[in-house]
């Protein structure tokens, strides 16, 4: 393992343990985040959804559901291409509460049907 691909590694570990310890991401931390996502490989999709998941959870937190909606489609799109459905799942489910957040409710059912399919075929 080269040392550029322990930094982000460690670093997306890092931030996703911040975010499961509730340890708040402040501007800095963001653009942290961002700063390692532009060192991600292409073909890390897990760490590039993981980091996004971040900015997401981040987001949330703030209320800024627009922004966390936008964070939620790019990790659903890196878990996707990784084949990581439980991942992706995870990340429906915050769809369906910004969907509900915003009053969609049509959106939050779609939403719920997608999470019930990445279900069935996670491992």
């Known amino acids: 393992v080269d040392q550029s691909s322990l930094d982000y590694r460690l670093a997306t570990f890092r931030f996703v343990k911040a975010i499961y310890e509730d340890q708040p991401v402040d501007e800095a931390g963001l653009d942290q985040v961002y700063r390692t996502l532009a060192r991600v490989p292409v073909a890390a ?3 590039a959804g993981l980091l996004h998941h ?3 959870d981040v987001y949330l937190r703030q209320g800024q559901w627009a922004a966390a909606g936008e964070a939620a489609q790019r990790a659903l799109f890196y878990f996707e291409r990784a084949g990581a459905n439980g991942l992706a799942f995870y990340v429906q489910l915050y769809l369906i509460v910004i969907d509900l957040a915003v009053g969609d409710v049509d959106a939050a059912g779609e939403a719920v049907a997608r999470a019930a399919r990445l279900k069935r075929q996670a491992p």
Do not use: H, M, W
């Open 45 to 47: 999709s897990v760490e």
């Open 54 to 56: 971040v900015t997401l």
